[in-house]
């Protein structure tokens, strides 16, 4: 089972989203893996995360998001990383806007590995230390390695 600083691309950081809106933010997020070519059907995969995201918000609180969606118009399991500096509105179970979000996305035959990954994400990221490191990161190295120290 891979680790999440295995999962994330160092291409998959962004440190300052432009997007202001949730589904804004899925889709410059998602841009990423379509350019990498980690998505076969960028539509499939989009509307996936969407109908996904319509079940339950995936704001986690404590200014977190997770969007994720298993399909299969993805090959592998790959997790982006973005932060906004003025916060986006992901229906957080807190009220508050979120200014990190992860992004997961996982084929549909993965379902154990998606499940643990989302798990793993959960627990790390629930830390104040973690958050408060993320929003302060100022490089996407910086981001990797606060992803491996507390992990």
Not at 42 to 54: G, S, V
Request: charged fraction near 30%.
């Amino acid at each position: 089972m891979k680790k999440i600083s295995e999962l994330i691309v160092p291409e998959g950081i962004i440190l300052d989203i432009k997007s202001s809106d949730k589904i804004s933010v899925i889709k410059e997020l998602s841009q990423i893996l379509i350019e990498k070519n980690m998505i076969s059907d960028p539509n499939e995969f989009f509307e996936a995360i969407l109908k996904r995201e319509n079940l339950e918000s995936t704001g986690i609180g404590q200014g977190v998001a997770i969007p994720h969606a298993r399909t299969k118009a993805v090959k592998n399991i790959v997790v982006i990383f973005g932060r906004s500096q003025t916060g986006v509105d992901f229906n957080s179970l807190d009220g508050k806007p979120s200014h990190i979000i992860f992004l997961i996305a996982a084929p549909e035959d993965k379902k154990t590995e998606y499940i643990i990954t989302l798990a793993k994400l959960s627990k790390f990221i629930r830390k104040d230390e973690v958050r408060e490191k993320l929003l302060k990161a100022t490089s996407k190295e910086e981001v990797i390695e606060i992803i491996k120290t507390h992990e």
